[in-house]
């Protein structure tokens, strides 16, 4: 007879350790059962920040994770130390926060993009996130990027740390939904998630600065549960994750205004940057495809491998 196995999800990993908090809110210390490790050889880690796992109790107070539940989705990244595979940062991920501000440091949308792609190719949901509203000099700017991406379809928001309006329509966002925080260094993740979740007081100011150097880079998330439901995931920086492997000729597949022109390109392998019979470059000449959005996507698709 086994013992009562209990669901949890895991919401911190140091390798050996999971910290897993069962559904009534307690948190617990758990190690993998023996099979568990063997698992999964192809990652490094059979047992993810973010998955759902089943446990039992141990007399010592710790736990026996047993088994995992599938997972919906995975943010990875290529396993460092001579490990080889992929290593899983996060799962069962609803909503890629993509944070960028309006000054200090200015925005760019071909970050905006790039990290909309990562989301994408990860099937994680993108939202846009510009933070400093009180830095952004005029609404018109904002009424053009809301339009932009809204009219693609993805999720816009605007905050300030001193703007408690929009601290709450991101604690709306975020109930009972798991949101990772992506974005360059400096756009006020971490103070908005202070915001969001008053009592975390994670330090701010630039952690990148350190793993600019090599040290201290994280190489782990950590969900942090949300007093009003939900968990949200602080990174250091999407250049942690790196990106995903894309080929050329799919990446305007994650480009949503591009899925239409695309299908009646001459060539079934057009990149769309310089091949005769392109729709999607004749669209953006008719101005159906923003400047801005194309001109990214060049910039991505120059980066891929061939
Ligand atoms: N003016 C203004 N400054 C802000 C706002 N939000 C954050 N800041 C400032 O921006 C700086 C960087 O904030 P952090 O929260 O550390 O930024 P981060 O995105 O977590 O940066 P990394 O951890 O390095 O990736 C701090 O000096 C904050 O006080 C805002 O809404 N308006
Ligand atoms: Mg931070
Ligand atoms: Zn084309």
């Keep these: 007879m086994q013992s009562e196995q209990i669901k949890g999800r895991v919401v911190l990993s140091t390798g050996s350790w999971y910290s897993v908090i ?11 059962a023996g099979k568990m490790r063997l698992s999964e050889l192809k990652q490094t880690n059979p047992v993810a920040v973010g998955d759902i796992v089943y446990y039992a109790e141990n007399s010592d107070g710790t736990g026996t994770i ?3 539940e ?7 990244r290529l396993a460092t130390h001579g490990r080889r595979g992929e290593q899983i940062l996060v799962s069962n991920v609803d909503y890629g926060i993509v944070v960028q501000s309006f000054k200090q440091p200015a925005y760019k949308t071909g970050f905006i993009d790039r990290f909309i792609v990562t989301c994408e ?3 994680v949901e993108p939202v846009v996130l510009m933070n400093k509203m009180d830095l952004c000099g005029s609404d018109a700017e904002t009424d053009k990027l809301r339009e932009l991406y809204e009219g693609l379809g993805y999720k816009f928001y605007t905050s ?20 990772v925080f ?14 969001i979740e008053p009592g975390i ?5 630039s952690i990148s600065t350190f793993s600019n150097k090599g040290k201290h880079t994280t190489t782990f998330a950590e969900l942090i549960p949300l007093s009003f439901g939900g968990y949200l995931v602080d990174t250091p920086g999407i250049r942690e994750f790196g990106l995903v492997n894309i080929e050329p000729a799919e990446l305007s597949l994650y480009y949503p205004e591009m899925l239409e022109p695309r299908e009646r390109c001459r060539y079934y392998n057009c990149t769309h940057v310089h091949e005769p019979g392109c729709a999607v470059i004749e669209a953006v000449e008719n101005g159906l495809i923003a400047p801005s959005r194309y001109a990214s996507y060049r910039q991505i698709v120059t980066t891929l491998d061939t």
Excluded: F, Q
């Excluded at 991101?170 to 939904?177: C, F, Q």
């Excluded at 992506?182 to 915001?195: A, C, D, E, Q, R």
């Design 182 to 195: 992506i974005g360059p260094s400096g756009v006020g993740k971490t103070s908005l998630l202070n915001m």
């Design 160 to 179: 300030a740390i001193d703007d408690e309006a929009s601290i709450i329509r991101l604690r709306d966002l975020m109930k009972n939904r798991t949101s």
């Design 201 to 205: 007081e994670k330090p701010i100011g």
């Design 70 to 76: 599938d997972r919906t989705n995975k943010i990875t």
């Design 66 to 68: 047993s088994d995992v």
């Design 121 to 123: 190719a990860y099937e």
């Design 22 to 32: 069962a559904e009534n809110g307690s948190m617990i210390k758990c190690r993998l």
